[in-house]
């Protein structure tokens, strides 16, 4: 769905207030649940999209030329072929987006990203079962991979950093930092 569960998102913003960053890429922004978060929080940021599923960017009005819009630059691809540049921000997230792709996918889109320079990765994922199809037409909304919290604890650690994380009954929410 291009929409999140409101879980996680309070523990989320409390991050970003903490840590304030200046540059935000939102992989998979759906119906920009992040950027209309995080956005009121600290005026200022560069926000960044990359879109898999171009009718998102009209139907939620992710780029408006009459408005503010929700984000300063829209990349309307798939993010594991997105040049390396767009993750070296000092927040990239990953907001309900690795469980529709093969875990390997997943896998090397993190270790992409804290590669080319990111600060500090937010992710969030379903930690239960859950099953999705194809949604609106969207082929890119099926969920590939179940993840369990376990799982995505050892491969955010494997990054090195510091991890922090909340568990709820649906999602689990990580913010790996670069710094220890």
Known sequence: MPTSDAEGKGWSLARFERYLPSTVCDIGPGDGTYARLFRP??????????????????????????????????????????????????????GDILEHMPREDAVALLRRIEQAGAWHILVSVPIVESVQGEVDGNSHEAHIHQWDADDMWQVLTALGGRVEYEYGNTLGVWWWSRRP
Do not use: N, Q
């Not at 005026?43 to 503010?68: C, Q």
């Not at 798939?78 to 767009?86: L, V």
């Open 41 to 94: 929080a600290h005026k200022g940021v560069w926000w960044t999209a990359i879109e898999i599923h171009k009718p998102y960017v009209a139907k939620y009005k992710l780029k408006s030329t009459k408005t503010r819009s929700m984000y300063d630059e829209i990349h309307v691809e798939d993010a594991r072929e997105s040049e390396a540049h767009f993750f070296h921000r000092d927040l990239v997230i990953c």
